[in-house]
């Protein structure tokens, strides 16, 4: 009978060992699930940075672009109807019957 008290405390540390490793490799797990979701949103936010860091840039061109004498003169003329000194503005007029 003594044989037989001691097998199960023989397995007993053995069964902890493998509760114990199948307990880190499912944290190592989980937390290797974490880190590569961490890298995608930190790939997304990267991404939409430089989106931004484009968009920005066209920006500032297109603001330059609007403050250029020739642009301003441009819609003077074109969108207000204004004319330089000493210009003289004609208009059509088409009449419809």
Request: a positive charge; hydrophobic letters at 45%; charged letters at 30%.
């Amino acid at each position: 009978m003594k044989d037989n008290a001691k097998r199960p405390r023989r397995l007993l540390p053995g069964i902890v060992g493998a509760v114990l490793l199948l307990a880190v490799v499912i944290s190592f797990c989980v937390r290797q699930a974490e880190v590569m979701a961490a890298r995608r949103r930190l790939a997304d936010v990267e991404r939409e940075i430089e989106y931004y860091r484009a968009m920005n840039e066209a920006l500032v061109e297109q603001a330059e672009r609007l403050k250029s004498p020739e642009h301003i003169e441009k819609t003077a003329r074109e969108k207000l109807g204004l004319v330089l000194p000493g210009e003289v503005q004609y208009m059509l007029v088409t009449i419809n019957e």
